[in-house]
């Protein structure tokens, strides 16, 4: 595979042909938020904290979906950018309704820490605070509307590595949800597996494990990567 | 069917016309049938049928003739050519209509019935793409044929390669009557050079803007154009397979389309071996459930897959990788109605009309405080008191013209003080605003400008699909905002928060929806800020439409 070079944040790197920008920012240690993309699932391009400035276009690049091309010079952290990430983590806090002090991830979410990465104190926008369900009628897992961000990530690994496609978006807008098979509860769904993929993904409180409400479970969206070589090499072939 | 056949079906279609003493053209489009079309072309069959004059008098639908607020229209052509055009008919004057003209010298009808055909509203007029709009009969092949149809695609196929079919499409300077002007000649070199085994072409009628009705009338009216267009475009750039996506709200534009599609398989216009050449290439409809966002090309192509019509990043672009993977051409119906006539008559001849940079007629659905409202066709460049002031006869009840929407909901106001800037791609960007597919709205000093854009940040909000985090809910906070200023609720910084999400929404959405969002409100900001800025700091309305009660 071919090598191309590029400037990242003013310093000369390189990379391989086929990457995307953010393998490659990562891969040179610049810490770039994100939170719809997930190593192991396609990307979705959707939460749009991952953009960058390239010089000579004046739109700005969603880094997980832009493939490297020689040449480039990318900045991640202008002011324009810091700016917009804060605006985007104020727009999904005020989406749904998130009081962390009684959420069962609070101190291990990803949008708690991004928010405070950014340093964020206090959203300017008016929260929306929409009337939304808690679907407890799984057996272990439980899905609070109130928490999603709509990143999709649960839909991607539930449809992409467990092969279920249980989990699907219904709406449009702000008034898309998450549902569970033709929007049924959870408990009721004859396509889940009951694998707890979603859980383990999900960035936020929106899908638990019951075990995680008394606290203290990590989330480990890591095992996709791990499930996916194993696949891919076959290693449990007998 | 071969060349010859083609011209012998045209003579006899036109031998068949001018047999008839007297014609009677009913506008089928769907203003005119709402304003009771229907009724009176079935009052004129009966009153024909009344006096046994079927043998002599033609009685048919036909298409938009363009000032549809007038409906329903109707037009006589009498045996010398003639013709006569009448608005507002009702059963009962259809039937004085037969007399007047069907049985002459028995009765004269009122002068008020009439439109005169050179008024303004007609003789400002350049009709290339609507030129058989309200003349040929949507519902019949031979109609179209008639005035000339397919002989383009008879023509290109035997006379004409791909690459001189596209580079008569780039000599045109046709750019894209979608919105975003991209030029057509371009787009197809480059689809014609794609590789691939399969390559697809895709005539765009979603037209998800609001008040705007162009694509609906083309397809309504004359759909055989729309279809010998996409088969120049497929022959152009190698396609076999072509897909109409008419949105779900046009069923009668679905239906007409979907019946020139059979027609023109039928006579062997469409399917294989077209003109006993060695092409081929089928058309099928796919309708789209409602979603503005499905005129977007990728969201397009999702939801004729049977996807959910979400966009996805681009590049790769259709052309690159589309339908299934393969090469896609994607165009508006509209420009696929100016392909016809550039074959005809050269790209050269096209490039005639318009600026040296937007080349060409576009078709305009003009509407709001204007005397004559309707579909109108006008070379690029016109000015927009041309339009405003000679086709649309000026604002009603005396008022001051105030602007110009353009562009619905990607689109902007051009104010008053811009009025002699010709209409074209670049004077439109300039001000702020965009030619975008063609919506119109003439608004007076009773508008009120926030109000304005506020109504297009609900639509945007309601539409948004809902993918990416700044137009999903970026645009629920800026209609909030919007709502507090018009309803006198707001204070500066709220002003300072809807310029921010402006910037945010236009730079960071993942699609055109999102980043031409904010539009409305920037032009508006930028033309009329002092509006915003009375409703924040004075609690004011001055076009007196907002409540501010508190
Ligand atoms: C949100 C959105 C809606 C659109 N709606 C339409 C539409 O209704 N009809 C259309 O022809 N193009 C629409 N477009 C533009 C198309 O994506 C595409 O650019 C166009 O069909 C290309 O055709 P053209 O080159 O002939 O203009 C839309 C774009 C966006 C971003
Ligand atoms: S999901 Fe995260 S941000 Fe939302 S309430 Fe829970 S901890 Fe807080
Ligand atoms: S538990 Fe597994 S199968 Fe069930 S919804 Fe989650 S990911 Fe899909
Ligand atoms: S439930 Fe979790 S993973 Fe799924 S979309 Fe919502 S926040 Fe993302
Ligand atoms: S900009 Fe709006 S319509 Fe486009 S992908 Fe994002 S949410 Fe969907
Ligand atoms: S991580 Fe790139 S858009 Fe979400
Ligand atoms: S629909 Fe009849 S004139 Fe336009």
Redesign the interface.
């Known amino acids: 595979m071919g090598v191309v070079t590029l400037t990242l944040n003013n310093q000369l790197i390189s990379a391989r042909e086929g990457q995307s920008l953010l393998e490659v920012i990562r891969e040179n240690g610049v810490d770039l938020p994100t939170l719809c993309h997930l190593d192991g699932l396609s990307e ?6 991952c ?1 960058v400035e390239a010089e000579g276009t004046s ?2 690049l ?1 880094a997980c ?2 493939p490297v091309q020689e040449g480039m010079n990318i900045r991640t952290h202008t002011e324009r950018l810091v700016r ?1 990430r804060k ?2 983590v104020e ?2 806090l ?2 749904r309704t998130h009081v962390c002090s009684v959420c069962a991830v609070n101190g291990r979410c990803e949008l708690q820490a991004l928010a405070a990465r950014l340093g964020i104190d206090h959203v ?3 929260p ?1 605070h929409p009337d939304l369900p808690v679907d407890a009628s799984h057996g272990r897992f439980v899905l609070d509307h109130n928490r999603c ?2 990143c999709g990530r649960c839909v991607r690994a539930c449809d992409e590595v467990e092969g279920a496609h249980t989990l699907d ?1 219904m ?6 949800r998450i549902i569970v098979d033709l929007d049924q509860p959870w408990g009721s769904s004859r396509s889940c597996t009951g694998c707890g993929k979603c859980v383990q993904v999900c960035p936020t409180g929106a899908i638990v494990a019951r075990e995680n409400i008394a606290g203290g479970v990590e989330k480990r969206p890591d095992f996709l990567l791990r499930i996916l070589e194993g696949r891919q090499k076959r290693i449990w072939r007998w | 069917m071969n060349r010859t056949e083609l011209q012998t079906m045209a003579e006899a279609e036109r031998s068949r016309q001018q047999a008839f003493r007297c014609r009677f053209l009913c506008c089928a489009g769907t203003p005119c049938l709402s304003a009771g079309g229907g009724a009176v072309q079935q009052a004129l069959k009966q009153a024909v049928a009344a006096r046994n004059f079927e043998a002599s008098v033609e009685v048919v639908g036909a298409g938009c003739m363009g000032p549809c607020s007038r409906g329903p229209l109707v037009r006589v052509i009498a045996e010398n050519g003639e013709e006569t055009l009448y608005e507002r008919m009702t059963p009962e004057k259809a039937a004085r209509l037969v007399e007047a003209h069907a049985a002459p010298g028995s009765t004269t009808l009122p002068e008020e019935w009439r439109i005169a055909e050179d008024s303004p509203f007609f003789s400002k007029q350049t009709k290339i793409v609507l030129s058989g709009s309200g003349r040929v009969d949507p519902e019949r092949l031979e109609s179209y044929v008639g005035e000339g149809g397919y002989s383009a695609l008879a023509h290109a196929l035997r006379e004409m390669t791909p690459e001189e079919v596209c580079e008569e499409v780039v000599r045109s300077g046709l750019r894209g009557r979608g919105g975003a002007g991209y030029p057509t000649g371009v787009k197809w070199n480059l689809m014609r050079k794609a590789p691939g085994e399969r390559k697809f072409v895709v005539a765009n009628g979603d037209e998800g803007d609001p008040g705007a009705y162009m694509d609906r009338t083309l397809m309504e009216s004359d759909p055989h154009r729309v279809l010998e267009g996409m088969a120049l475009a497929a022959y152009a750039v190698g396609a076999e397979q072509g897909y109409v996506y008419v949105r779900g709200e046009y069923p009668l534009a679905a239906q007409r389309m979907e019946r020139a599609i059979r027609a023109a398989e039928r006579r062997g216009l469409l399917g294989h071996r077209i003109f006993e050449s060695r092409f081929n290439f089928r058309i099928d409809i796919r309708i789209g459930a409602g979603a503005f966002v499905c005129g977007e090309e990728t969201a397009l192509m999702a939801s004729i897959m049977g996807r959910r019509g979400q966009p996805v990043p681009r590049p790769p672009y259709p052309a690159q990788r589309g339908l299934w993977g393969a090469p896609t051409l994607i165009n508006n119906v509209e420009t696929f109605g100016n392909i016809p006539p550039i074959i005809q008559r050269g790209g050269t001849w096209y490039a005639g009309y318009g600026t040296e940079k937007s080349r060409g007629t576009k078709v305009f659905a003009l509407a709001g405080k204007v005397s004559w409202t309707g579909l109108i066709e006008v070379p690029l460049g016109i000015t927009l008191r041309e339009i405003v002031f000679d086709i649309g006869g000026g604002i009603p009840g005396g008022r001051a013209f105030k602007a110009a929407q353009t562009g619905g909901p990607s689109g902007g106001c051009i104010p008053a003080a811009h009025l002699d800037t010709p209409m074209d791609y670049e004077n439109l960007q300039a001000l702020g605003s965009i030619m975008g597919s063609g919506g119109l709205i003439i608004m007076d000093d009773t508008s009120c400008m926030p109000d304005v854009a506020k109504f297009f940040m609900e639509f945007c909000m309601d539409e948004s699909c809902g993918k990416c985090t700044p137009c999903r809910s970026g645009t629920v906070q800026m209609v909030r905002l919007l709502d507090r200023i018009t309803g006198g609720r707001a204070v500066p910084e709220d002003l300072e928060r809807l310029e921010d999400l402006c910037m945010l929404l236009k730079e960071t959405s993942l699609c055109g929806l999102g980043q031409t969002a904010p539009n409305p409100v920037l032009s508006t900001l930028r033309h009329f800020r002092e509006e915003y800025e009375a409703h924040i700091r004075e609690r004011r309305c001055p076009a007196g439409v907002c409540d501010l009660g508190n």
């Open positions: 979705r391009g959707g939460c749009r904290l953009v739109r700005l969603a979906v832009t917009y605006m985007l727009l999904l005020a989406e300017r926008y008016e929306l961000i709509l978006f709406g449009r807008g702000v008034q898309s």
